[in-house]
């Protein structure tokens, strides 16, 4: 690292870069197994944590994404206007 470059480095510790390193990754779709090579955990149960709040973040993607599209009927996002017309009085 050229030292221009260290200096820029020091305000991060080796946990925070290993973190940073491990939920970018997790959000790739990178397995357990992957992650713990890279970052050096021993147990991939430490490595859950980051997997599961990618997964959490792909899910909620994918929810809105059906939400739009109306995979389900006709509860489309973009048609919200007609879900909510009310009937003429009786």
């Known amino acids: 690292v050229p030292p221009s470059s260290a200096k820029r480095f020091k305000k991060y510790s080796a946990h925070g870069l290993r973190k940073a390193a491990a939920t970018a990754l997790a959000e790739t779709g990178a397995f357990n197994q992957e992650l713990a090579a890279i970052t050096g955990h021993k ?4 490595i859950d944590h980051y997997t599961k709040e990618a ?3 792909d899910m909620a993607d994918n929810a809105i994404g059906k939400l739009e599209r109306g995979t389900k009927g006709d509860h489309r996002l973009t048609n919200t206007s007609q879900l909510f017309v ?5």
């Open 43 to 46: 147990n991939t149960k430490e």
């Open 55 to 57: 997964n959490k973040k």
């Open 86 to 90: 009310q009937s003429p009085s009786k």
